[in-house]
Nanobody, 126 residues
Framework: QVQLVESGGGSVQAGGSLRLSCAASGRTFSRYAMGWFRQAPGKEREFVAAISWSDGSTRYADSVKGRFTISRDNAKNTVYLQMNSLKPEDTAVYYC???????????????????WGQGTQVTVSS
């Protein structure tokens, strides 16, 4: 059974930083692309960042490029999201996600991912 557990959320002032972690279990983590999504109140869940299973290639939403960095440590079965220069509009619940199929590229569609964590709240105050 696949389990994804996020941590690291919290409240920060604008301009601050947070690092989110997502610990995975139940599968061979290193075979699967991983993604981060977020959902603000009253809005749909949106793509933030994704990372490949193998070569470390990444994709980012335009709104976070240059501020957020996704990375993974396959030895620890963990994917990270380093968030710098945070803005109030980054306030949301952040979810990590894993694809069902192994050895496929990271993509940006919410429907492309099959397993989801419970989410962690990030609140950025102005």
């Amino acid at each position: 059974q696949v389990q994804l557990v996020e941590s690291g959320g919290g409240s920060v002032q604008a301009g601050g930083s947070l690092r989110l972690s997502c610990a995975a279990s139940g599968r061979t983590f290193s075979r699967y692309a991983m993604g981060w999504f977020r959902q603000a109140p009253g809005k749909e869940r949106e793509f933030v960042a994704a990372i490949s299973w193998s070569d470390g290639s990444t994709r980012y939403a335009d709104s976070v490029k240059g501020r957020f960095t996704i990375s993974r440590d396959n030895a620890k079965n963990t994917v990270y999201l380093q968030m710098n220069s945070l803005k109030p509009e980054d306030t949301a619940v952040y979810y990590c996600a894993m694809k069902f199929r192994p050895f496929v590229a990271p993509t940006t569609g919410r429907g492309d991912y099959d397993y989801w964590g419970q989410g962690t709240q990030v609140t950025v105050s102005s």
